[in-house]
């Protein structure tokens, strides 16, 4: 069993950058492949980026390409979205997630344990 807890939301105008920061506890993350998702209001969930287990490959949705950026430190068991340039289309609550497959993984179905989500607002 791993746990996610997510940090790092809040409030930013169109334009601007947050950090968000998922920390696992009860197994390592080097074990899983982890991801990021978003759903806004009314929406359904949505992937946004994915890291493998090494950190040494990673995959993004469109809407977020060139952006946003996935990354993790297995040593601190924490992976990060370090999110730029945000619009006000980004507006949704984040969550990571911790997959055990070995392929790249977009859908949300295949990702076994879940944060709680942060939520991200960016104001135009």
């Known amino acids: 069993q791993v746990q996610l807890v997510e940090s790092g939301g809040g409030l930013v105008q169109a334009g601007g950058s947050l950090r968000l920061s998922c920390e696992a506890s009860g197994r390592t993350i080097s074990a899983y492949a982890m991801g990021w998702f978003r759903q806004a209001p009314g929406k359904e969930r949505e992937f946004v980026a994915y890291i493998n287990r090494s950190g040494r490959s990673t995959y993004y949705a469109d809407s977020v390409k060139g952006r946003f950026t996935i990354s993790r430190d297995n040593a601190k068991n924490t992976v990060y979205l370090q999110m730029n340039s945000l619009k006000p289309e980004d507006t949704a609550v984040y969550y990571c997630?911790?997959?055990?497959?070995?392929?790249?993984?977009?859908?949300?179905?295949?990702?076994?344990?879940w944060g709680q989500g942060t939520q991200v607002t960016v104001s135009s």
């Open positions: 997630a911790a997959s055990g497959k070995l392929s790249l993984v977009t859908t949300w179905a295949l990702y076994g344990y």
